[in-house]
């Protein structure tokens, strides 16, 4: 049978419930289909039974062929972030519910791997945003966030796209979202749920005190700018990737692009992005008497 993947990385959640039950069945089963195994180092800290090497992020994406994240959407998040400027594809599994991006079961976890080393699985290409603060470069694959900090009113701030004014606004914030972080803190908000495959970007402001400022599309190479101006102050303001990475600006302008850089994810071959949707937002399937493919 001819190997798709040779060496493999793994990186496991921090917290509970812990990976290292998973991780241990994972590497056991990728040594019998003789693939090398690494495993990211504070992995391997975390899980100290598990006899692999270790290795740093940088060192995983420049060595491994395919990143296997254990845990859940919020770790795939972090690894997508971390190696997107390797080129290496991810595959998520997940240990509790179904994931929006890790979704692979516990149960199928095996069954699923032994098809993607074959070859039998999609693999799809999903964007990044850029978001400049401080001279620095920061990326995110759901959303960069501006929202209040540590007060409690509105903060005030101007939108721009590709150098146009769109609107001033006082609100608690705004999403800008990929349409990956559609299903996410967008959702929240009130805003649309895009196909990832979409080259879009989604604008939603938190709160705002105007109700008709609603959240819109922008095209995906859009360049948006926000600017704290009024009387707000920019300690009155975070800025936020992905829930993870809290960022404080020192200057009044915060630009938002698509990253260069793509994030890779690999599914089972069977995978279908409607499946999830209705598993993870309740919505009805097809009824007794209605139609079925």
Partial sequence: MAQHFTTIGLIGKQGEPSPGMALERISRFLRSQG???????????????????????????????????????????????????????????????????????????????????????????????????????HTAFNDVVIHKWNIARMIEFETYIDGSFVNAQRSDGMIVSTPTGSTAYALSGGGPLLHPGLNAIILVPICPHTLSNRPIVVGGDSEIELVVCGHTTIDEVRITCDGQECLRPRGERIRIRKHQSKVRLIHPRHHDHYDILRAKLGWGGHPASGYSK
Avoid at 98 to 106: N, P, R
């Fill in 35 to 137: 693939v090398c195994v690494l495993i990211e180092a504070n992995t391997a800290t975390r899980s100290p039974d598990l006899e692999i090497p270790p290795a740093s992020l940088d060192e995983l994406g420049t060595r491994c062929d395919l990143i296997i994240v254990v845990g859940g959407d919020g770790t795939l998040l972090h690894a997508a972030r971390a190696l997107c400027d390797h080129n290496v594809p991810l595959v998520g599994i997940n240990l509790g519910r179904l994931g929006f991006l890790a979704d692979i079961s516990q149960q199928r976890m095996l069954d699923t791997l032994g098809q993607i080393l074959s070859g039998n699985y999609q693999e799809e290409e999903r964007f990044l945003l850029g978001c400049e603060i401080n001279g620095e470069l």
